[in-house]
């Protein structure tokens, strides 16, 4: 697509983002004002994917730099609206389907996409982690080596066509030899009947060429019906067109891929430009700059201490106080009011007691079961960008810059800004060490002494402050040796190439059901896509909405075996752009023996995912370092962990871009509280249903272009009732052989040759559905739900006992 078309993307955007921005409410209530909260939720999620491919095609990078802020400003305020959505439900799943009808939105329309730009961004520093990977598995031999063969000869290349050549030749002569051969002896005459030979030729040519001639014209005319009704059946859309690559995507994906190379051309161009303003501005408007800065400040000095005869105070804050100075109202400054203010705060400090500490503890406890939303620290984010939209790129003449290159007055200007604040800061140092000696001056004259100020209080701040700090176990090593030996070892993995877009099923379109009436609504299986993005994926993408979003730091994905959980974790890893560490206790067994060996590990771990941050550590089978009672056949320690892994969650900072992610297919089996002290958050893959398992199999089919239309997807989707993912696609990859596919032309593919092999597959029994009912409704989400319809009945209950004592 063109520069306009963005362009237009961009400005219906825009407005869809002011629209939302109006309807903005603060902290109202989440169960009553839960409508206004998930219409919010949506067309944030409409705007977020618009503003995501505006990112990744946009070429000029001054609209970029403004788009990927308000991308980010929008993700952050959807994880806000998606943890308000799960308290004000009590379910991990926000089922949106009423609004999805008021919107006239598809469930497709309104899944949240992933935005490329964050991993793009990051391109050269995940395929120089990869190459390490491989580097480092290469040499431990545990890759399979790809035999390089020497490039052939000119004279090689001649004989191999030339041998190939007349061997086909030869084998068209022989075919050719082979027909004459049999239309020879069809013609030859019968024994005994020579004599009437030309007499029954005569007689039987005629009857012979009639019916051949009627053979052919009634296939011919099968043949071109058979393709009208194909034809039209096609065109009215009854059956699936055919499946060939069209050449419009394939020009659609090369331009995408070609926008993207120019935008690093006009990126590169545009630092380079902001480099050279830069310079300049310092080389020849710097000392104007400081001058009439330092000018301003000693004006404005002398107006206050002739107006009010004092000196101001002047003590540094986050802003710069020059900047305070001109902002005032009146004469006397904010950083004095400021001053007084934190003076007084700090009193109040002092004077709390043990009472008022046991009513903050009782505030806290309020807080957890107030049912306020949360107050937004991106709404205001998005509104100064929606500002800054409006008055620079709202209503500017683009017709003098069709090619989209960037413009130097908004560097300058930018530069300008930036260089002031700089040098504001200068001025307000100049200016403390300029009024420090005036007072000094003016103590001398009046004859008193100055009197120094005692730095204990600020002594005993710093050491209630202080945060013991860990012991680094390995200070001399490099990260790249560190990540080395983690690689040999087989703690660091590499992923397969998996996007959350692999993991196929249909999304629910459900309508909500009260926090307190009832059971929660079923997800569907395309809905895990879109949970794992939003818990797992989007705060691991920037420090900001690490920081800012509510904090998460670890989950748990249970599921039946092969429904897809592994595949998820990947998903995330490369999504996010994630180093993934493997704690699975069958991966770790004989690896740093002993204590000290496990102290080594576990430091080694939490360093190194610090420093490679994002990082996601993974455990395989996650009941078991909780399990009561191990098996005497189990080998692999798994309790090794069970003490460790509360710390390395409980040491999971808000700058710390590192989660814990576990994976398990019995969870039951464990110790509940020990599981739940460890993992923040529970997700359970659901059973796919029969849209999604028709998701599947479709996806699965349409692979091969040889297979039929006439194929009856419906049949196999019902018949892989109770069956997880992992099967349905094993039995596809074990009946679809290369020697079948070679068939397919000749030996349509049918639904018995699946159904035969996937009969043979284990499928999700009665008993291990009831086990996994039982666990879930035993998490802590699912217990406050449950504790909420217990209330409301007892409620109703005293209620119709008063109504029926006020009748009797």
């Known amino acids: 697509m063109s520069h306009k078309t963005y362009d237009s993307e961009w400005k219906q955007v825009q407005q869809l983002l002011a629209e939302t921005l109006q309807s903005e409410a603060v902290q109202v209530d989440r169960r009553e004002q839960r409508q206004l909260l998930s219409t919010l939720y949506v067309r944030y999620i409409l705007v977020s994917n618009v503003l995501s491919e505006c990112v990744d095609q946009m070429v000029q990078p001054q609209k970029r730099r403004l788009i990927r802020k308000l991308l980010e400003a929008t993700l952050g305020r959807i994880l806000e609206l998606k943890y308000d959505l799960v308290e004000a439900d009590l379910s ?95 013609t030859k005459p019968v024994v ?9 030729r005569g007689g039987i040519s005629l009857p012979a060429a009639l019916r051949i001639q009627k053979i052919w014209r009634g296939y011919v005319a099968r043949r071109a019906t058979r393709r009208r ?21 394939l020009k659609d994906l090369e331009i995408k891929e070609y926008r993207r190379r120019l935008q690093e051309e006009r990126q590169l161009k545009y630092e380079n430009d902001v480099k050279k303003s830069r310079e300049h501005m310092e080389k020849y408007q710097r000392g104007v700059v400081l ?25 540094g804050s986050e802003r710069a106080a020059s900047r305070l100075l001109f902002s005032r109202q009146g004469t006397d400054s904010e950083l004095s009011k400021s001053t007084q203010i934190s003076s007084k705060d700090s009193k109040t400090k002092k004077d709390k007691g043990p009472k008022q500490k046991e009513a903050k503890q009782e505030g806290e406890e309020g807080e957890e079961v107030s049912t306020k939303a949360m107050v937004s620290a991106f709404v205001p984010e998005l509104n100064a960008r929606k500002e800054e939209y409006d008055e620079i790129w709202k209503n500017k003449d683009e017709s003098e810059n069709p090619k989209q290159f960037h413009y130097m007055n908004i560097i300058e200007h930018e530069q300008m800004t930036n260089m002031e604040n700089e040098l504001r800061k200068v001025v307000d140092e100049m200016m403390k060490g300029e009024l420090l000696l005036l007072q000094e001056a003016m103590d001398k004259d009046r004859g008193h002494k100055g009197k120094k100020k005692s730095s204990k209080k600020t002594r005993k701040g710093g050491k209630k402050g202080k945060k013991k700090k860990e012991k680094d176990l390995t200070p001399d090593r490099t990260t790249e040796s560190l990540f080395e030996e983690l690689v040999a070892n087989g703690i660091i993995k590499k992923c397969p190439d998996v996007y959350l877009d692999d993991f196929k099923g249909e999304r629910s ?28 994926v989007l705060p691991l993408l920037s420090p900001q909405l690490h920081q800012t979003t509510p904090h998460i730091k670890s989950l748990m ?10 595949m998820l974790i990947h998903a995330v890893c490369n999504e996010a752009g994630a180093v993934l560490f493997d704690l699975t206790p069958s991966n770790i067994v004989g690896k740093y023996p ?73 969870p039951w089996e464990s110790d509940q509280k020990l599981l739940q002290q460890v993992y923040q958050k529970f997700i359970l893959v659901p059973k796919p249903d029969y849209s999604s398992r028709y998701c599947v ?69 009665k008993e291990e559905e009831e086990a996994i009912e039982t666990w879930w409704s035993k998490t802590p989400l699912c217990r406050r739900r449950a504790r909420a319809v217990e209330i409301l009945l007892e409620e109703e209950a005293e209620l119709q006992a008063k109504q029926a004592s006020t009748k009797n």
């Open 192 to 200: 005994g009947e020579e004599d009437d030979e030309n007499e029954q």
């Open 594 to 666: 002993g204590k000290s060996g496990l102290t080594m590990l576990i430091h080694l771990v939490v360093k190194v995912s610090r420093l490679l941050q994002p990082s996601v550590i993974y455990m395989d089978c996650a009941e078991r370092p909780f399990v009561k009672k191990i098996p005497k056949t189990d080998k692999t320690d798994p309790k090794r962990l069970k003490k460790d892994l509360p710390k390395i969650v409980k040491n999971f900072s808000p700058e710390d871009r590192v989660m814990l992610i576990g994976v398990s297919s019995c």
């Open 697 to 765: 199999w479709s996806y699965l089919l349409s692979k091969y272009s040889a297979i039929s239309w006439q194929f009856d997807t419906s049949v196999v989707s019902k018949i892989s009732d109770g069956f997880t993912i992992g099967s349905i696609v094993s039995t596809f990859e074990e009946v679809m052989t290369i020697k079948r596919m070679l068939q397919l032309r000749v030996h349509p593919l049918s639904p018995l040759e699946l159904v035969n092999v996937l009969c043979k597959k284990t499928p999700i029994y």
């Open 291 to 315: 001058e009439q800065l330092s000018d301003q400040v000693r004006g404005w000095l002398h107006e206050y201490k002739t107006q009010t005869g004092k000196i101001p105070e002047y003590t």
């Open 509 to 536: 379109y459900s309508y909500p059901v009260v926090y307190n009436k009832g059971s929660e609504r079923p997800i569907a299986l395309g809905d895990m896509r879109q949970i794992v993005a939003e818990y797992c």
């Open 229 to 249: 009704k194909l034809q039209e059946m096609l065109l009215i859309g009854m059956i699936p067109p055919p499946k060939t690559q069209s050449a419009e995507i």
């Open 92 to 186: 991990e799943w926000t089922h949106c389907g009423d609004v999805l009808e008021q919107l006239k939105l598809t469930p497709e329309q309104s899944e949240l996409k992933v935005p490329s730009c964050f991993r793009n961004e990051r391109r050269k520093e995940l395929q120089y982690q990869k190459n390490l990977i491989e580097s480092v598995l290469g040499k431990l031999g545990f890759l399979d080596k790809l035999e390089t063969k020497p490039p052939m000869t000119e004279q090689q290349a001649i004989l191999i066509i030339q041998v190939h050549e007349r061997a086909r030749q030869g084998r068209l002569r022989a075919q050719f030899m082979r027909e004459i051969r049999n239309m020879k002896e069809k």
């Open 557 to 566: 994905i249970a599921g039946p075996k092969g429904s897809g959980k592994d």
